[in-house]
Structure formats: C-alpha cells, structure tokens
C-alpha cells in the first residue's frame, strides 16, 4: 500500500518510513529538498516533491495513507505557524480528499483539546494544531488523531500511557519518537483506532496492548 509522509524528513518521519517498509507498504516521503533524496531513499522510501505551503496534488495523488508528521518547528515566528501548521495541513486535508485518500493519520501534540490551558509560548501553535484536528474530524477518511507529549530522542520502549485526554503538557508528559512513529504505523493495522483520538506518553502499558484499548 502507497503510504505519503509528509514530513519524512524529520526526526520522527525518519522513524516512520523503515516501520512502514518492514510492515510491507510503500513509504513515500514527500520533501521539499531533493537533497534529503538519497538519505530518504536509503531509509527505504520513494520521494516525491511537496511543500505545504504550495498545491499539493501532484504528491498526494495514488496514495492508500497519508501520515502527516510534518511541523513549522519552534523557532518559526508564529505567522509561520499557522501557514504551515493549519493552513498547510488543511490543505493537505483537503487534497487527500479529492484525492481518494482513504486514511489520514495525523501527529498533532497534547493539549489541543484546550489550548488555553497549555504553556503560553505554545497557544499559538496548539491552536493552529487544534484547527487542522478540528478539520479531519469532519472528514470521510478514516482518520486517526495521535496526540504525543513533548518529543525526545531516546529509543523506543513500547510501553506507553494512553488515553483520550491525558491533560495539559507539562515536563513530565514526554515520549520517544521512536515509539510515536511505531504507533502511528501500528494505527494502520488497528481498526479501532479508526476516527479516534487519543494522547500518548511514555508509560507502563506494552505498546500494542495499550492501542487495543483505545
Ligand atoms: N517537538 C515536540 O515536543 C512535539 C510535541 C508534540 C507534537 N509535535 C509534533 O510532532 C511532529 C513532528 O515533530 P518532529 O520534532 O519530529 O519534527 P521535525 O524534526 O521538526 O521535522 C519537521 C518536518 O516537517 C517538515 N516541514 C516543515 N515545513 C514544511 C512544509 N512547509 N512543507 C512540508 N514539510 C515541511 C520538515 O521538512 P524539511 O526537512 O524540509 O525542513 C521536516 O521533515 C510535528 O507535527 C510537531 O508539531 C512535536
């Protein structure tokens, strides 16, 4: 199955795309810079070229699965953010879509449920997150909506809290991306995370068990 990555080239897209290869799909990693081309084919995946802020048919087109990893990253100024983190993700929505797209999963963070509640340096963006989730909600697709605390680089350990709403984010809310990656490629072959939404963090729970019972 042809699978779109949309941010495949950042630190949890490059998880995502051997994850799919070893579970038997077709990762497609759309970037924007044809120099990420021969590591993104390394790790295993087609590329195709695709920016969010530009029309994105041409990349979305023949796709089974979108994953949309994708992030303006912190250090953008917040304008930035809601043209890439909402008006591009709509647009990624929306062209997926059109496009027959049959299931979207999207990585959206903890606390889009109330961004107000969240630190303040990040209401901006969690509402710009919360609009996109917001939008794919009312989606045909078979969405999924997989909301990680804050992200580190540790391995993975497949032991995971989860929940609909695991509260604000704070410092103890984290999760390898390493494991975020394994869930949202886990999502594919879980029908019951099909129109779900759910916060995860690193936990207790083995990593398959814990997606049982969303
Ligand atoms: N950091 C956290 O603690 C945290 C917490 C919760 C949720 N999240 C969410 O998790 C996701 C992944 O985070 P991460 O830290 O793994 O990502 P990251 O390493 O910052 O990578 C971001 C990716 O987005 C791509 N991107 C940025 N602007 C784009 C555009 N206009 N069009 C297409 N692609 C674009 C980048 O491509 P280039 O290589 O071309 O720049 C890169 O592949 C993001 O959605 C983020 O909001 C993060």
């Known amino acids: 199955m042809n699978v779109l990555v949309v941010g495949a080239s950042g630190k949890t897209g490059r998880h995502i795309i051997p ?3 070893a579970a038997g799909h077709t990762p497609r990693a759309m970037i924007r810079n044809f120099d990420q081309r021969p590591e993104m084919e390394a790790l295993g995946a087609e ?3 695709g920016d969010l802020e530009k029309p994105l048919g041409y990349a979305v087109r023949g796709n089974w699965t979108v994953m949309m990893a994708a992030g303006s990253g912190s250090k953008t100024p917040p304008e930035k953010t809601v043209e890439v983190d909402f008006h591009g993700v709509l647009s990624l929505i929306e062209t997926s879509e059109r496009m027959n797209v049959r299931r979207f999963i999207m990585l959206s963070s903890m606390n889009t449920d109330d961004p107000e509640t969240g630190p303040e340096k990040l209401r ?3 509402n710009a997150k919360a609009g996109a989730d917001a939008r794919l909600r009312q989606s045909l697709m078979n969405w999924t909506i997989v909301r990680p605390g804050y992200l580190h680089d ?3 350990h ?3 809290e989860i929940a ?4 604000p984010v704070d410092e103890n809310t984290r999760i390898s991306r390493e494991d975020v990656a394994k869930v949202m490629v886990a999502c594919m072959a879980h029908d019951n995370t099909v129109n779900k939404t759910f916060d995860i963090i690193d936990g207790k729970t083995p990593l398959k068990e814990a997606l049982e019972s969303i």
């Open 164 to 167: 609909p709403s695991l509260g």
């Open 19 to 21: 994850l799919l290869k």
């Open 158 to 160: 497949e032991m995971l």
């Open 124 to 126: 901006h963006y969690l």
């Open 47 to 49: 590329c195709v070229a």
């Open 154 to 156: 540790e391995p993975s």
